[in-house]
Structures are given as structure tokens and as C-alpha cells.
């Protein structure tokens, strides 16, 4: 069965030239919507599967021009810019008009074929490997990502998956089918702390994991390292099991928190929520990889 | 020992200590604060009197060759120097009272091929049979001058004979020059000798010549020593790298403006022969393995590429390339072959194209080149904008574009009346001898001696016109948001009261660079119409009159003469260079301003467009960066690219570097195609660049 080319996704950002995100040269595409709230997510934007406003503080001119909302979203008191999210209909306009772009919509609806044809403009680059990465949030979050998946394979271009692992069962087995390389998210094996930070528990994760890779599936593992929080031996010793246990692992990567993504929730008009203290040490990187023998 | 990178990643060891040390010298100003202290010799008036100009120049080359310091270094492998100080600007070095007498030469590959394979001894017997030929004629006293130089030749080369005799230490500089440059080279060792003896000679009598494709002139003679066994990688890499360290004989450090580091010495690597066979030897390799170890920026080296590149080599130039400093850039060759075929250069000529020591396209030892950048963003604001003043109005984008094009025209031809016929502005025997059909007409190089002689003129701020002309298409036609006056008014008032409009301008449309197809396709016609402009004036003078696209850097003199700009640029700002985005404008990355950039047709401008692309250093790194670089190389082949340099540049590194400049004497980047030693740069040219590379992705 062809894939629905006219099928739409909502997508955040659609980035060129990626390096880290797959194999080769990569052109990865954000979608919106995730079923976890880990507390440290780098793409906080991309949580929420619905389109909405974002604001730079930082550009804003202050020209008023955000004025012509019909929804009083937005009001400057004594020349500050003051907004009221939750009267916002994503209409748009207000970030047509704004001249500095302090105001944007995170979230454009784009069918399956128009994100195809965007990743494949950078064609003459791709060589071999590279091709197109879906991310997010969880691209398999929105159903016609499995259309955009098999699209591109149809089209001939190579596809990567970066997934937290948590969707429903039965999109595992035509996931699997259309992706090349799974870039799979393992954020603690301590299902309690999972549950404590990502908002889910990370059963459904494991076991996607195990069907994913009894399907044949090329996954690399990428296991994210928060100190002081899952960052003592025994959460390692259990990722290398894992690591272990996949037929179609490829090297893994630990990917240490940053906080950056907590500067973004500014953008999302709520506080920022980064935090220095999770930034771990190179030392226990090192650790880390010992134990996945990387 | 330090040899810095511009992103700090460490370079590797393959070259004796005694070689490093050598490099680390030279780079060390040793030899150029030498040279520096004696800028030429003299010569009296009396000697010169009732002497015609060409006359005091053979005179002033004789004694040059008579009384340069002869320098040899420690250690030196191969020998020859350039001296004189003056030479180092551009200048003959022989002064009458104080004053120069002659300019110099330079943008040009000189005739290596001949010098290797058949000797200078070969050019000897052209000169005579020259004579013979125009005895008589008004020709006849520049095949005198021709005889005269190769005489200065032989007494500067007996000088070195002398100066080597009996040294056991320099036994092999002696005996390989008992043979070259004269005769033909014998193997690679002599090869080396006789390119750097001649290009010494060529460069003591201040000429600036490139080196061209040292892989085809050198490949055979060390695959010969190899299968012989009368040298090893290593010895030949040794030795190849003195060619490299003793070109740095002219750094004398200091403030330059636009940096000391570039005589135009350029050497091409790769591509295909005119059987359209692969070049690529051994000698390619081991130029790329000594640029790595001692980031030597002297000789920039350009890689000929084409869709059948040899994997292995993509991945050793982008390890050399990661390292910073501008120092390898890449043609596409398939599109500058077809160029250069498309212009009426017959194939097997195109296919030896190398470059004027930079990264303008010619066929060396032929060639006759100059060119003239100018600024396409002061046609528009001054002619066809009369710089803001005026009541200037049109009613359609296509009015106003087609005005645009009819002001650039008239400036192409105003351009070429200045050299409707070949007035030589000084006397240039020595280059001459090196150029093929100097000798066969009785001309000299300025006289239009050369098989080819070619005027080209570079249209300068291209994307900062497109983005311009772009803007005013969506302000005023498309979005009608502000009438053509009214713009104009806000454009002479430069924008005061209206930062608004400014911001819009500047942020909601996507500029060149961005891979977005309306600007790009204008781009792209306006590059057509200005190759449209030359070609219409070709066959009008004695030079052929294919474009090009550069700025060099001189957008930085430009800019303090342009008014504001439509696509949200205030009066002043450094704007464009070369072939590349605005600065900040380019939103989407390396990948999309390539994309934007091949959708122009470049084989209509034949002598190049530079396409500058700055990466940071964490998108290089490891694996993955080597990747990514190889990625961009083929992309910008399979896409019909012309020339291409990235750059990978930590400004922090920099910023280190202009704190401590000491520890950063031999520390390269990439300036506006070409590079320079960033200590050497003025703090107006350190800042442009180091803001560069911040707002760079």
C-alpha cells in the first residue's frame, strides 16, 4: 500500500545539515507532540502537540504591531510586553506582523510529501548514509509520522527515528519496516525515578525496545546522563546490559544534560527551568562509558 | 616546537626535528626581517642615462643577480633566495637615488612545465632564435632583454654554485644545481631544485608568480624514484617541504592591513589531465601531508575536484581542511572546464587550468591576467538610484531591474575603454621568458605576449545587490508596503524613524543564502546579465573579457561609501563577501547557501566565483566532522559549484590570538579568498573577522 502523501504533521523546525543526528549528513525534521515531560527536555516546544506562540523577549521592539489581536492576547504596560497564552487561538497573525520576529508559531502543518521534498533538497549531500531524521518530541507521538516514514522510503531516502521509546505497540512492527536506524532514548532503568521525572514509566520503553530489535531493527541506544540523578553505577551497569542484550545495537552514545532546553521555556512564556547542578562531570561521562565497554 | 591550528586540534609529526625547526624559523620572521633589511640595490644616475626604459631594466636585473645577498640557511635541502626587501612589495628591487624604478608582476602562474621538463636552457634557444627573427624590427630590443635576463639568470645561478662548492653539507643542493634549472630534472629531487631555484629568481626580481599543479609537474619523477628505490615517501616529503618552508623567506610579520602572509603562490592539486585521466600521485598526498604538519599558508592550495574523486583523497583534504586557516579551498572542475570550453579555449588547454596565485581561473605559462573587482551595490545607489537624492521613481520591479542592468552594462564598458589596447605600464622581461608566446611573438607579457590575455572584471557585492533589489521587489511591488519613494526617502534618511520598516526588511524575507528559489533565481539572472554585459564587449579589444564574482576583502573599503540598503542595512555596514551570503542573513546553514549559490549558471563567469563557507569547530569534530566535510565537497560538485573555501575557525582562538600575539605568529585564516597570518592583520581586519566567524554557524 502506497503512503498518504497528503497526510499532515504538525512540525516545529525542520534543520539541515545535522551531523549527530544519524548516520552522515542529516536533515532532521522536530514534530510536535510527546507523551513524557521529562523535567530536563532539551525541546520543550515540542512537548505540546498543538501548535503555539512563542516569544523572544529579546527582539521585541516594542513597536506594538501585536496590537491588532483581536483576542487581547497581547497588552505593554509601562513598555512591557505582557502576554496572555491562554487566550491565544494561533491565529498567526500576530507573528505575520511582527516585523523583528519576536513572535513565531511553533508548529506549521505540513503534509507528508512537502516535509519529504525539504529534506530532500539537501539530495547531493546525503552520499551513502545520510538522510532524513525524525525527532521532536516523539515523532511516532503524531500517526502520520508511519506515512512520512514510508514516504521517504518509497522516495528512496534513508530514514532515522529519534524516539523515547513510549508509544502504542501495534506502530512498532511498520516503524520498524520503514526506518533505517533507530536513535532510541533510554533516560533511567530505575522505573520509579522514571516515573518521578519523565512523567511515565519506562516498562513500555524496555519492552518496545526488546520488540523493536526482535523485528530486526538497527537501533543505537543513546543514554541520557543527569547527575544526581541517574548517574550512579548500578543505572550503568543495566544500560550496558541492555546495550548487551540487542542484536541490532550499533555503538551507543551518552548523551549528558545540558541547559539549554530550560532557557527555551522562557520562550514558551513560562520560567526557565535549567539547572546547573544536573550538568555532570567529564568523569562520570568516562564512568559511563566504561561500563558500556565505549 | 609550535605549529597552532585556528580550532586548536594538534597537528600531527612526520618531518624531522631539524625540518620543523627550519619551518618554526621561518615562520619566525628570521629570514624575512633579513630580507626586509636590505630592500634592493642601486643603481646611478649616470649609469642609467640615455638608457631606454628596458634597458635600465635589464641593467637593474643584471646587477640585482650580481649583488643580492646569496643566502643559504642551515639545514636547507634545496637552495635559492629572494633577497631583497622591496621585492617583498611588489617592486623591482633597484632604486636610483632613493626611488624605485619599476612595479613588478604578479596574478599570474608562470611556465613551471618547460622548466622541469625540457630546462631553462630550452627558453636559452627560443630567446636566440627570437633574436634572429625580429633582428631588425621595433621587436628586436625586447628579444635583446630576453637574452640579457637569461644571462642574469646564469650569473645569479653561478653565484649559488659558488656559495655551495665544497660544502659537504649542501653536496646535494650542489649537484642537483650542476644540472637545473638549466637542463631538464632528472628525478624529483632535481624537480624540487629547479622550481624553487627558478621561482627564487622569478621572485628576487619582485615578481609574484603561482606555482600551478605541482602534483603533474613533479608526479612522474618520484613515481620513478619510488620504483627505483632512490627515494622513500619520507625523504621526498622532506624534501618537498623545504619548497614550502623556504617560500615563507618573505614573513616579516607586523601590521599589514590585509596580511603579510600571500604573494599569490598558489599551488593546484588533482583533476584530470587532458585525456581526462586522474592526476592524482603521490606528490598530491605528500603536499597535503606537509600544509597539515606546519600549517604553512604561504602556498594556499586549491584541490581540483570533480564527481570521480578518489574517496581517500576527499577524506585527507577535509583532515587538513578541519585544521583551519583557509588554506586548501576546492574547484568543481567539471563545471570550470566546461567554463573555460564554453569561452573558446580549446579542451586541451582548459584541462591544465590552474590559477593568478589565488583562485582566478587561467591556463598558466599562457596567460596575461588582471582583473577589476568593482562594487555592484554602488551602480545601484549611485547611478541608478542617483544616491538617494534624486525624484527617482518606477513603476514596476521590471522598470527598475531593467534600469539596474542598463547601469551595469554601461559601467562594464566603461571599464573595458581603459584597456582597449595593451599599454604596458612597465618593463617585464624576467616573467616574460616564462610565458608562452612572449618569445614566439617578440612581445612582452604586458605587451600581450601570451597566448591569452585576459581582463576580467569581478563583480563585487553581488549578494548585497540581489538582496537589495529583492527587498524592493516584496517592500514596494509584492507586499506594497511602502511606495519606491517613500523608500528612497527612508533609505537617504537612513532608516531614522522607521525601525520598524527596518526590522521587517531585515528579518521577515529570506535573502540569498537561504536556499529559497524567488531570491536565488534572481541572483541567478543577475549573474547572467552581468556575463551577458561582458560577453557583448568581447572581441573589442585585445583582451578577452570573461567575469567573475569576488570582492577580496574590499568590501571593507566599499562599505564606508554605501547608503543604506533596502534589505535592512543601515549606511556603513560590512556587507557581502565574494560570492557568500550577507553576513547574518544565511539562516539555514553550509548546505543552503551552497544549494543558493549553485543555482546560478557559473559557468558563465570564467574566471571564478569564490563561495566562502565559515564552519564552527564542533560541527568538524571527530568522525563525523571529517563526514561532514567530504559531504559539502560532493554536494557542491554534484550541485555544478565553481570554487569553494571553508574555513573552520574558533573565534575564541582568535580572540586568544589578538590578546597574545606572540604565541600566534603562524596562526592562519582565511581573510576574503585568500589567507593571512591573523597577527599580521590590523585591528580593523582582526575584528571583521572574529565577528565573522561568531556569527557563522
Redesign the interface.
Known amino acids: 500500500m502506497k503512503a498518504d502523501a497528503k497526510a499532515k504533521l504538525v512540525v516545529s523546525e525542520i534543520?539541515?545539515?545535522c551531523?549527530?543526528d544519524g548516520p552522515?549528513?542529516r536533515t532532521t525534521v522536530f514534530l510536535k507532540g510527546c507523551p513524557l515531560r521529562c523535567l530536563w527536555c532539551h525541546n520543550p516546544e515540542t512537548q505540546d502537540a498543538r501548535p503555539e506562540l512563542l516569544y523572544y523577549a529579546k527582539k521585541c521592539?516594542g513597536?506594538l504591531?501585536c496590537l491588532e489581536c483581536e483576542n487581547g492576547v497581547h497588552f505593554f504596560s509601562e513598555g512591557i510586553h505582557h502576554i496572555d497564552k491562554s487566550k491565544c487561538t494561533v491565529c498567526s497573525k500576530c507573528a505575520a506582523n511582527c516585523?523583528?520576529?519576536a513572535l513565531e508559531i511553533c508548529g506549521k502543518l505540513m503534509t507528508v510529501e512537502e516535509i519529504c521534498e525539504a529534506a530532500e533538497?539537501?539530495l547531493?549531500?546525503?552520499?551513502k548514509?545520510?538522510g532524513i531524521t525524525l525527532s521532536g518530541g516523539e515523532p511516532l507521538f503524531q500517526p502520520a509520522s508511519l506515512e512520512l516514514l514510508s514516504f521517504c522510503k518509497e522516495r528512496g531516502l534513508k530514514t532515522a527515528v529519534d524516539t523515547c521509546g513510549y508509544f502504542s505497540e501495534e506502530l512498532l512492527a511498520p516503524a520498524v519496516k520503514s526506518t533505517d536506524v533507530f536513535l532510541w532514548d533510554i533516560k533511567d532503568t530505575d522505573d520509579a525515578r522514571h516515573l518521578k521525572y519523565t512523567g511515565a514509566s519506562n516498562k513500555r520503553i524496555l519492552e518496545n525496545l526488546r520488540k523493536a530489535d526482535a523485528l530486526g531493527a538497527k537501533i543505537k541506544l543513546r543514554f541520557i546522563l543527569v547527575n544526581g540523578v541517574n548517574s550512579e553505577e548500578r543505572h550503568y551497569e543495566e544500560c550496558a546490559k541492555i546495550y548487551r542484550s540487542l542484536r541490532g545495537a550499533l555503538k551507543p552514545e551518552v548523551i549528558p544534560y545540558h541547559a539549554f532546553g530550560g532557557v527555551k521555556k522562557e520562550f514558551l512564556l513560562e520560567s526557565a527551568n535549567g539547572r546547573s547542578e544536573w550538568i555532570p562531570e567529564e568523569g562520570q561521562i568516562a564512568k559511563f562509558k566504561q561500563y558500556l565497554g565505549i | 616546537m609550535r605549529f597552532p591550528s585556528a580550532n586548536g586540534i594538534e597537528r600531527p609529526i612526520r618531518l624531522s626535528a631539524a625540518t620543523r625547526r627550519f619551518a618554526l624559523d621561518s615562520l619566525g620572521r628570521k629570514y624575512g626581517l633579513l630580507t626586509r633589511s636590505n630592500p634592493g640595490i642601486d643603481l646611478t644616475a649616470e649609469e642609467l642615462a640615455d638608457l631606454s626604459d628596458l634597458e635600465k631594466y635589464d641593467l637593474a636585473v643584471k646587477k640585482i643577480a650580481l649583488e643580492a645577498p646569496v643566502r643559504v640557511c642551515p639545514g636547507e635541502l634545496i637552495s635559492g633566495a629572494a633577497t631583497l626587501g622591496a621585492a617583498i612589495e611588489h617592486k623591482v628591487p633597484a632604486f636610483c637615488d632613493g626611488k624605485m624604478l619599476f612595479w613588478s608582476i604578479s596574478h599570474l602562474t608562470v611556465d613551471f612545465e618547460t622548466v622541469v621538463k625540457k630546462g631553462v636552457g630550452f627558453i636559452e634557444e627560443q630567446a636566440k632564435a627570437a633574436l634572429l627573427k625580429y633582428q631588425g624590427t621595433e621587436r628586436e630590443a625586447f628579444c635583446q632583454s630576453a637574452l640579457n635576463c637569461l644571462e642574469a639568470f646564469r650569473i645569479y645561478h653561478k653565484r649559488y654554485l659558488e656559495a655551495l662548492k665544497e660544502r659537504s653539507e649542501y653536496r646535494c643542493n650542489y649537484e642537483n644545481l650542476l644540472h637545473v634549472p638549466f637542463s631538464r630534472a632528472e628525478n624529483f629531487y632535481e624537480g624540487v631544485q629547479s622550481i624553487w631555484f627558478t621561482f627564487s629568481f622569478l621572485r628576487l626580481c619582485g615578481n609574484w608568480p603561482g606555482i600551478g599543479r605541482l602534483d603533474v609537474l613533479l608526479g612522474d619523477l618520484l613515481e620513478n624514484d619510488l620504483r627505483n628505490g632512490k627515494l622513500t615517501l619520507d625523504e621526498a616529503r622532506e624534501i618537498l617541504s623545504h619548497l614550502f618552508i623556504k617560500g615563507c623567506e618573505w614573513i616579516c610579520g607586523g601590521d599589514y592591513g590585509s596580511g603579510d602572509a600571500q604573494h599569490y603562490q598558489n599551488i593546484v592539486l588533482s583533476g584530470t589531465d587532458e585525456n581526462g585521466r586522474d592526476v592524482t600521485n603521490d606528490v598530491t598526498y605528500l603536499v597535503l601531508d606537509i600544509v597539515e604538519e606546519t600549517g604553512i599558508s604561504d602556498f594556499p592550495v586549491t584541490v581540483r575536484l570533480n564527481k570521480n574523486t578518489d574517496e581517500k583523497l576527499l577524506k585527507r583534504v577535509a583532515e587538513v581542511m578541519r585544521l583551519g586557516g583557509g588554506i586548501l579551498a576546492v574547484y568543481n572542475e567539471e563545471i570550470v572546464l566546461r567554463s573555460l570550453v564554453d569561452y573558446g579555449y580549446p579542451g586541451s588547454e582548459a584541462a591544465k587550468f590552474a590559477n593568478d596565485g589565488c583562485w582566478e581561473v587561467q591556463v598558466p605559462g599562457k596567460t596575461n591576467f588582471s582583473y577589476h573587482p568593482f562594487d555592484s551595490l554602488a551602480i545601484l545607489q549611485k547611478e541608478t538610484l542617483k544616491s538617494y537624492c534624486g525624484s527617482v521613481d518606477f513603476a514596476s520591479f521590471e522598470e527598475f531591474y531593467s534600469a539596474y542592468v542598463k547601469d551595469l552594462k554601461a559601467f562594464l564598458e566603461t571599464l573595458l575603454q581603459n584597456k582597449l589596447t595593451f599599454k604596458p605600464s612597465t618593463p617585464c622581461t624576467v616573467v616574460s621568458l616564462f610565458e608562452e608566446g612572449c618569445l614566439k611573438k617578440g612581445l612582452s607579457y604586458l605587451e600581450g605576449g601570451p597566448v591569452y590575455n585576459v581582463y576580467s572584471p569581478h563583480i563585487g557585492g553581488l549578494a548585497d545587490t540581489v538582496n537589495f533589489l529583492y527587498a524592493v521587489k516584496k517592500l514596494v511591488f509584492d507586499d506594497a508596503l511602502v511606495s519606491f519613494r517613500e523608500l528612497i526617502g527612508i533609505l537617504a534618511a537612513n532608516w531614522e524613524g522607521h525601525e520598524t520598516l527596518l526590522a521587517y526588511a531585515k528579518n521577515k524575507y529570506a535573502y540569498y543564502g537561504n536556499d529559497h528559489d524567488e531570491v536565488d533565481e534572481l541572483c541567478a539572472r543577475l549573474l547572467n546579465d552581468f556575463a551577458d554585459g561582458c560577453d557583448a564587449l568581447n572581441g573589442r579589444s585585445g583582451y578577452i573579457f570573461p567575469g567573475g564574482v569576488s570582492t577580496f576583502g574590499r568590501q571593507l573599503q566599499w562599505s564606508k561609501h554605501r547608503l543604506a540598503c533596502a534589505h535592512g542595512r543601515k549606511a556603513g555596514e560590512v556587507l557581502a563577501a565574494n560570492a557568500s551570503p550577507t553576513p547574518g542573513s544565511d539562516q539555514a546553514g553550509a548546505t543552503a547557501i551552497i544549494r543558493s549559490y549553485c543555482k546560478c549558471d557559473l559557468k558563465r563567469v570564467p574566471t571564478g566565483a569564490a563561495l566562502d563557507i565559515r564552519l564552527l569547530p564542533s560541527l568538524v569534530k571527530g568522525e563525523e566532522g571529517i563526514a561532514a566535510l567530504v559531504a559539502l565537497m560532493r554536494g557542491f560538485v554534484i550541485l555544478g559549484g565553481f570554487f569553494m573555501q571553508p574555513d573552520i575557525v574558533d573565534a575564541a582562538v582568535l580572540r586568544e590570538a589578538q590578546r597574545d600575539p606572540d604565541n600566534y605568529q603562524n596562526l592562519s585564516v582565511r581573510v576574503s579568498g585568500w589567507n593571512a597570518r591573523f597577527v599580521t592583520l590590523n585591528k580593523e581586519w582582526q575584528d571583521m573577522i572574529i565577528s565573522q566567524n561568531e556569527s557563522g554557524r
Open positions: 534543520q539541515r545539515f551531523m549527530h552522515g549528513v521592539l513597536c504591531e516585523p523583528a520576529s533538497k539537501d547531493a549531500f546525503y552520499g548514509e545520510g
